[in-house]
């Protein structure tokens, strides 16, 4: 069964650092592109970041360019998202999602973890 | 900045037909995906490649796009397809992607 587990959101302060990890299995990690989603309390999906499966290429929402990382360890089936300088407005469930082909296709998603960015 | 537009809400009778739109200018060249998703749960993909169907999911659902519009079809809408429904796809260059903002389906 392909499974995808999200951790490390927590209540941190803005302008801090937070870094984000989603464990994969049932499937070969590293043949696929993976994506973090996020949502806002009471609002909608909104995509984040994507990392491609051959050569590492990466996409970013120009909200968090500049500010978030994706990366991912293949040998221990982990995607990251590294966030640094955090805004009020990041505040929202994230989510990880395994992508099907290098586009918007999230054919599994895990359930998400809340980070929440206030003072 | 590119667009996905979609209408806040659908409301139709158990049995009836759904129609959800997503506008975007890119969509001729660019395949829409589709979300559902029900409350206090993660998303689930109903529909990729504008007309493609998961096998999970119920031959009631389907999508087709034409032009800048994609749309996603509920044939006799059932109260188990209430929910929040998210077309999915990207700008021209393929580097931005981004969802549209969300309809919720109401079915009673």
């Known amino acids: 069964e392909v499974r995808l587990f999200e951790s490390g959101g927590r209540l941190i302060q803005p302008g801090g650092s937070l870094r984000l990890s989603c464990a994969a299995s049932?499937?070969?990690?590293?043949?696929?592109?993976m994506s973090w989603v996020r949502q806002a309390p009471g609002k909608g999906l909104e995509w984040v970041s994507t990392l491609g499966a051959v050569v590492g290429e990466t996409l970013y929402a120009d909200s968090v360019k500049g500010r978030f990382t994706i990366s991912r360890d293949s040998s221990k089936t982990i995607l990251y998202l590294q966030m640094d300088g955090l805004r009020v407005e990041d505040t929202a469930v994230y989510y990880c999602?395994?992508?099907?082909?290098?586009?918007?296709?999230?054919?599994?998603w895990g359930q998400g973890t809340l980070v929440t960015v206030s003072a | 900045s590119y667009e996905l537009t979609q209408p806040p809400s659908v409301s139709v009778s158990p049995g009836q037909t759904a129609r959800i739109t997503c506008s975007g200018d890119a969509l001729p060249k660019k395949y829409a995906y589709w979300y559902q998703q029900k409350s206090g749960q993660a998303p689930v993909m109903v529909i990729y490649?504008?007309?493609k169907r998961p096998s999970a999911i119920p031959e009631r659902i389907s999508g087709s796009s034409s032009g800048t519009m994609a749309t996603l079809t509920i044939s006799g809408a059932q109260v188990e397809d209430e929910a929040d429904y998210y077309c999915c796809s990207t700008d021209s260059s393929g580097d931005h992607w981004m969802f549209g903002g969300g309809t919720k389906l109401t079915v009673l």
């Open positions: 490649e504008d007309s």
């Open positions: 049932g499937f070969t990690f590293r043949d696929y592109a």
């Open positions: 999602a395994k992508d099907q082909t290098y586009e918007p296709e999230f054919d599994v």
